[in-house]
């Protein structure tokens, strides 16, 4: 079945550091591909999205490309933020239809000034 | 636009009483809509999705029921609820497209 692996946390950085946090997937077909955040207390919210292979999402400073050769999708950015800090949610979605969105495990940002 | 509300924000209830949990969906017709969990430190759990009116699959064996009255309107239930019921409770909808969800604010159960 499908499947997303996301990197394990917490990561801690300093403001305006880079940011990577790693996400790969197994999926038959061609999944759309997820970025969502959770802000403490909230629900999630869609951050960036890819719909087909090599495409790249971006929002907000982030950005992460389809890569369907390697099966990742990581999410990067240049120079993050305190206000970045949250949980971090990748995602991918098989099919049209019922479109069951299987979700990686999390990854808490924590951004220190 | 679509708007999508969800309540109670926050719940504590004891062991064995009854749950109901409602979302509602605005600004769009025959959605299909989500219920999630969250427990606490741990990522996010599929329990129902309903692709129409009285169509409820789930996912995983649980205490929990859901249902379906209206077009836009999901509703999670419990007849009993145990302490494992504890957690962040998510509901959302999408279009059907390969779009992604639209995410309601949550509830926090308590069991105690």
């Known amino acids: 079945g499908n499947s997303v692996t996301q990197m394990e946390g917490p990561v801690t950085l300093s403001e305006e550091a880079f940011l990577t946090i790693n996400c790969t997937y197994t999926?038959?077909?061609?999944?759309?591909l997820f970025w969502y955040v959770q802000y403490p207390g909230e629900g999630l919210q869609l951050l960036l999205k890819?719909?087909?292979?090599?495409d790249k999402g971006s929002n907000k400073g982030f950005e992460a490309t389809y890569r369907k050769e390697t099966t990742s999708f990581h999410l990067e950015k240049g120079s993050v933020q305190v206000s970045d800090s949250a949980v971090y949610f990748c995602?991918?979605?098989?099919?049209?239809?019922?479109?069951?969105?299987?979700f990686g495990q999390g990854t808490r940002l924590t951004i220190n000034p | 636009s679509q708007t999508i509300h969800q309540w109670p924000a926050t719940l504590v209830q004891p062991v064995g009483s009854p749950l109901s949990l409602e979302c509602t969906v605005e600004?769009?017709?025959?959605?299909?809509l989500y219920w999630y969990r969250q427990a606490a430190g741990r990522g996010l759990q599929l329990l129902f999705y309903?692709?129409?009116?009285?169509?409820i699959s789930s996912e995983v064996p649980q205490n929990l029921s859901a249902s379906r009255p209206q077009d836009r309107q999901f509703i999670l239930s419990s007849k009993k609820l145990l302490l494992s019921d504890s957690g962040f409770y998510l509901c959302?909808?999408?279009?059907?497209?390969?779009?992604?969800?639209?995410f309601g604010s949550g509830t926090r159960l308590t069991v105690v």
């Open positions: 959302a909808w999408s279009d059907g497209e390969n779009y992604g969800y639209t």
């Open positions: 999926a038959t077909g061609y999944p759309s």
């Open positions: 890819a719909t087909k292979a090599d």
């Open positions: 995602a991918l979605s098989g099919s049209k239809g019922a479109q069951k969105l299987v």
């Open positions: 600004g769009t017709s025959n959605p299909n």
């Open positions: 309903s692709i129409g009116i009285d169509q």
